[in-house]
């Protein structure tokens, strides 16, 4: 019966949830991004390559500008 108590009770500190908390992990906000970025002068040094040529550990170079457009601080990650 306490286990039910403690179930049906909301606090500051407490949630419907026994092993939760009702503070939030992260701020309203967080981690949203604003900056915006332009991917320029992609190069590659092969014109083509086969996936046999990659199964036999054959690879190539990719290379490129990465500029950030605003005015913002941004970090990018760089997906291929």
Same mark, same amino acid.
């Given at each position: 019966m &306490?286990?039910?108590k403690k179930l049906l009770i909301?606090?500051?500190d407490e949630t419907n949830y026994i092993d939760m908390s009702?503070?939030?992990l992260y701020s309203f906000g967080f981690d949203l991004? /604003?900056?915006t970025f332009s /991917?320029? %002068?992609f190069k590659l040094n092969k014109n083509s390559l086969t %996936? &046999? &040529?990659l199964n036999k550990?054959?690879?190539f170079e990719v290379s490129l500008t990465l500029e950030n457009t605003s005015g913002y601080t941004g970090k990018e990650v760089m997906q291929l």
């Amino acid at each position: 019966m &306490e286990i039910i108590k403690k179930l049906l009770i909301s606090t500051q500190d407490e949630t419907n949830y026994i092993d939760m908390s009702a503070k939030p992990l992260y701020s309203f906000g967080f981690d949203l991004s /604003y900056p915006t970025f332009s /991917y320029n %002068v992609f190069k590659l040094n092969k014109n083509s390559l086969t %996936v &046999e &040529e990659l199964n036999k550990g054959k690879r190539f170079e990719v290379s490129l500008t990465l500029e950030n457009t605003s005015g913002y601080t941004g970090k990018e990650v760089m997906q291929l």
